[in-house]
């Protein structure tokens, strides 16, 4: 940086913050670092008590901090996202609609190791709403090596580092298994419990059917909601290793491929995703219907955004796939999932 008449600044950048005080009313920076001084600063400038200011020199092969915030953005806007413009060497990215939060971790990582810049995001594999901060990203310095913000374009490639998945209208079949449920012993209290999560994440219920526990009647049940169009299918109950609970041989023998049949999340061991042909077929564990969060919760939404989860994806929910229970939820802003 190098000194200057105030008078001569008209189009330098600031090298630090310009602090204005006015006894009992303000004491807050009237002009921040980095900002390009205009012909209409100058009088506020000298007000303050400035009559030099420390700028920036241009220097070959050395970036200001907006324009390395601006090649940030590049790396890491993706699909379905808006960023705000430059300020003080920081852009942020929105959710440009509903949907599901993707993001390159690997990427992400080696960018930040590098030290001088900072990508700070939500948790990837969660709901956003349009509107949604996404990400921060800046650079620390006031200016950097124009060499390192060009190996940050090597590391990430032409695949940016975060997008956002559109949810999708979805068609959804349930099918509600229990003899007791379909002699009328006890009440549904699983199926409305369903059907208004799958309506939060925008999806068209199209009804459901009582099986019973009979696992050739689940399994007809499952083949004729597929056939009618539906998209996702749903089976509630009977997914324990009780001798009487038949909803996972069904499921098996109606689709072409399981997934995972228990995973590392409580409440919520004994969830099961397969999938006929492109089709998930689901078979959701009691706990569902009554408790307030569960694996249900994780993974529908990554279901909703189209994304065919393998069984790596279930593995990898064990560290934060414990539910507190808190007596007030706070859910998505908590440690469940993440």
Not at 44 to 56: A, N, P, Q
Not at 178 to 195: C, K, Y
Not at 230 to 250: F, H, I, Q, Y
């Amino acid at each position: 940086m190098k000194l200057i008449r105030t008078e001569d600044a008209v189009g330098s950048v600031l090298c630090h913050d310009i602090t204005q005080i006015i006894p009992g009313v303000v004491k807050d920076a009237v002009f921040r670092k980095g900002h390009v001084v205009t012909e209409e600063d100058i009088p506020v400038l000298l007000s303050v008590g400035k009559e030099h200011l420390y700028v920036w020199e241009a220097q070959e092969g050395m970036l200001h901090e907006n324009d390395a915030a601006e090649i940030l953005r590049q790396v890491c806007q993706g699909a379905n996202m808006t960023a705000s413009e430059p300020k003080e060497g920081k852009i942020e990215l929105m959710a440009q609609c509903d949907g599901l939060l993707k993001l390159n971790r690997e990427k992400l990582n080696r960018v930040n190791a590098m030290g001088q810049m900072v990508l700070a995001s939500r948790h990837g594999d969660f709901p956003v709403k349009k509107g949604d901060k996404i990400a921060g990203m800046r650079v620390v310095p006031l200016v950097i090596e124009e060499e390192k913000m060009n190996r940050v374009k090597e590391i990430c490639g032409d695949e940016p580092i975060f997008c956002v998945l559109p949810f999708r209208r979805m068609k959804a079949g349930i099918v509600t298994t229990g003899n007791e449920v379909l002699s009328g012993r006890i009440r549904d209290q699983f199926t409305p419990a369903v059907v208004k999560k799958l309506e939060e994440a925008g999806m068209d219920v199209m009804g459901n059917v009582l099986t019973g526990d009979d696992p050739e009647k689940v399994s007809g049940a499952i083949r004729k909601w597929l056939d009618q169009g539906a998209e996702m299918v749903v089976c509630t109950g009977g997914m324990s290793v009780d001798p009487d609970d038949r909803t996972p041989l069904a499921i098996r023998n109606a689709t072409d491929t399981v997934i995972t049949y228990g995973a590392p999340v409580l409440p919520g061991a004994m969830f099961m995703l397969a999938y006929a042909g492109g089709a998930p077929v689901v078979g959701l564990p009691g706990c569902v219907m009554y408790a307030r969060r569960t694996i249900f919760d994780l993974v529908l939404p990554r279901l909703a955004a189209g994304e065919r989860l393998k069984a790596a994806d279930f593995t990898e929910m064990g560290e934060g796939g414990l539910c507190l229970n808190c007596e007030v939820c706070t859910y998505p802003n908590c440690g469940f999932g993440k």
